[in-house]
């Protein structure tokens, strides 16, 4: 089972979580995008087959999810381990922070790993949608499905 973290509503839902097998997405509910009409429809319908769960404290629900034996990976492009070093067993929820400010210190304070997308040439980063896309499916392929 593997839960994430989202500060964005963008198409992550729609092109990432229901076509990589993931169970559920957690957004805060300060300083997010909120799950609207127009995000549902954007979604092209995923939202219909995604639990989406809005919490209050994410530091919180971080803690929640380790007492239940989650491994909290964090998205982070200056991180040391990159997205094909882990192994990825067992429960784990993934931690996609904002455009730009990535995640938020306390956040990733209480993450058990960093992991970074390996880049090359001119551009140091992706869109969340699309840094999503990619860990997930490398988390997929580790799994085996």
């Not at 979580?17 to 995923?46: Q, W």
């Amino acid at each position: 089972m593997t839960w994430w973290f989202c500060w964005t509503a963008s198409p992550i839902p729609r092109i990432s979580v229901p076509s990589s097998g993931r169970h559920g997405l957690i957004i805060p509910e300060n300083r997010a995008a909120s799950v609207t009409a127009s995000v549902a429809k954007a979604s092209a319908g995923a939202f219909q087959y995604l639990p989406v769960a809005m919490v209050v404290n994410l530091v919180r629900t971080i803690e929640y999810l380790k007492e239940r034996e989650f491994w909290i990976y964090g998205a982070d492009a200056g991180a040391r381990s990159d997205i094909r070093t882990p192994d990825y067993e067992g429960h784990i929820a993934l931690v996609m922070g904002s455009e730009g400010r990535g995640i938020r210190p306390l956040i990733r304070k209480n993450c058990d790993f960093l992991i970074s997308i390996p880049m090359r040439g001119q551009v140091a980063s992706l869109n969340v949608s699309v840094a999503a896309g990619v860990i997930l499916f490398e988390i997929l392929g580790k799994w085996g499905n």
